[in-house]
């Protein structure tokens, strides 16, 4: 099917692709300005833009249709999930369609024999392990906005989640994914196996934040519930000695499930939103999480007792029951939403730095907020030293947003000097595109938009996010993805 040719404009244009399009979805088409405002941003709220439509397709098929039409008509297309995005990774683009996939939100299969989940891109992070806990099982990565993300959108991100620290992120524990490309045709990477053959296909699609395909199916990895689990809470006088702590804790070749620091700012708002019984006269706290067979977990509770203690720590309570576990996470996972409520506007930072920089990049996070003359609230996964800071601001205030944006560059600038990165699990997308080159010289990022031309010769899918500039595909000479394959020229042999 292809859109007629149109003189009348963009009205006329926008018309006719409606149409189009409401003939491959007859029932998923929101095309009503009103009813666009809906989509026209996601988590990173500072960004707002309209798409021509929303097509919100109910099976692969649909989705096949709707990119082969965009693709024969040179229509762009921004894939989205739930819209939770950090980054502005579903940020619609004004002369383009969005392309929502939460209708697409059936479990497919559930295979326990070999530990994973067949899923649609559209079911919640926290819906798969609904899905299989009563057989005592789980999905480990675990985002704050895990009862709305989507697995779909989870695989764009390569998100993690508070247990990432031992169990990795959607990438450890990602088997398949059914891919549709932007010719309609639908590829298979991976699949039930652990270790697939060939190359590493699976890992380019996971993290590609929807740059090169739209994932039409999942499937996962499911991990058996642990035996034993105890949370720790422990308080400190200083976020520099909670770091520290933590250095020491995986330097003594201890791994939790899980270490997470909240500073004072942040205690603060989740005690006045829940209530959780954290310790408002300590400047920070390490809640860490240690799970596996009883005699073991308590062995090595004991140990990190002492190494807090030994790092100042002013006192380490014990959460061993379920209930008691909930309560100490009860804060942490609600801290979003609890800093959400001290200002209007709030942007949250994804640098990762190596574990023994904390204490100095989380002392020079607060020098900053300082001299940028805003409040901060730092809430992060320590194990990993992925940082996210919390820097609030009012839209409404003139020069507020500028001032924010300068912060956050400054920050994720910050990790990159220390030997970290500039993202850990919520991508590049929009927000941290024109830092790229922090990170890669001219020569690493055209090989990225080579591969990015491979299965998207037009730059049709997602335009606009990552790459601070793309190299018009043609003057690379890249090669393309037809029907699923891709040409390798004849290589010599070794």
């Known amino acids: 099917m292809r859109m007629p040719e149109l003189d009348q404009g963009i009205v ?18 929101v095309a009503d300005d009103d009813a666009l405002v809906a989509y026209d941003t996601d988590a990173l709220t500072a960004y707002r833009q309209k798409p021509l439509a929303a097509v919100l397709p109910a099976s692969a098929d649909e989705v096949s249709a709707v990119l082969r039409f965009c693709a024969a ?102 088997l398949g994914v059914e891919l549709a490309l932007l010719d309609g045709n639908r590829i298979r990477f991976g699949g039930k196996a652990l270790d697939p053959g060939g190359l590493d296909l699976l890992g380019v699609i996971t993290g590609s934040e929807g740059l090169l395909g739209v994932v039409t199916e999942v499937t996962v990895r499911l991990r058996p519930k642990p035996p034993c689990a105890k949370a720790l809470l422990i308080a ?20 939790p499930a899980a270490m997470e620091i909240m500073d004072r700012f942040a205690i603060e708002a989740v005690e006045s939103y829940c209530a959780p019984g954290y310790p408002r006269d300590a400047a920070a706290i390490l809640i860490a999480e240690l799970d596996g067979m009883e005699i073991e977990v308590d062995a090595l509770a004991k140990r990190v ?42 942007l949250c930072m994804d640098g990762t730095i190596p ?25 992060f996964h320590a194990g990993d030293g992925n940082l996210h800071p919390l820097i609030m601001y009012d839209v409404m205030k003139e020069g507020d947003l500028g001032k924010a944006e300068a912060f956050g560059a400054a920050i994720l600038k910050l990790c990159v000097e220390v030997g970290g990165v500039l993202t850990g699990e919520h991508g590049v997308g929009v927000e941290k595109r024109d830092l790229m080159p922090l990170m890669f010289d001219p020569v690493d990022l055209a090989v990225q938009g080579s591969l990015k031309c491979a299965f998207d010769p037009d730059a049709l899918l997602n335009p606009g996010k990552v790459f601070p500039a793309l190299q018009a595909c043609v003057e690379g000479g890249a090669m393309h993805v037809h029907h699923g394959r891709m040409p390798f020229p004849n290589l010599p042999r070794l």
């Not at 006329?12 to 088409?29: I, K, T």
């Not at 899905?131 to 999905?139: C, H, K, S």
């Not at 029951?321 to 409520?341: E, P, Q, V």
């Open 12 to 29: 006329a244009r926008r018309a006719a692709l409606v149409d189009a399009l409401h003939r491959l979805v007859p029932d998923g088409v």
């Open 73 to 174: 008509n040179k229509v762009k297309v921004v894939p989205r999930g739930a819209g939770t995005s950090l980054s502005g990774g579903a940020l619609p683009v004004g002369d383009g369609v969005l392309l929502g996939l939460s209708r697409m939100n059936k479990v497919l299969e559930i295979d326990l024999e070999n530990r994973c989940a067949v899923v649609q891109p559209g079911v919640t992070n926290l819906g798969i392990t609904r899905a299989v806990e009563r057989d005592g099982f789980y999905y480990a990565p675990d985002p704050s906005s895990q009862v709305a993300c989507t697995i779909g959108g989870n695989v764009a991100e390569n998100s993690g989640g508070i247990h990432c620290l031992k169990y990795g992120l959607t990438t450890n524990n990602l």
């Open 236 to 255: 400190f006088p200083s976020i520099e000695q909670a770091g520290a702590c933590v250095a020491d804790v995986i330097a003594a070749g201890i791994v």
């Open 305 to 346: 007792d002492d190494i807090a203690r030994a790092n100042g720590a002013l006192d380490c309570e014990t959460g061993a029951t379920d209930a008691d576990r909930d309560r100490i996470w009860l804060g942490r996972k609600a801290a979003f939403a609890a800093a959400g409520r001290i200002a209007p506007d709030m």
């Open 355 to 379: 574990r023994r920089a904390l204490p100095k990049v989380l002392a020079r996070i607060g020098e900053m907020a300082a001299e940028f003359g805003l409040p901060v609230a730092n809430v």
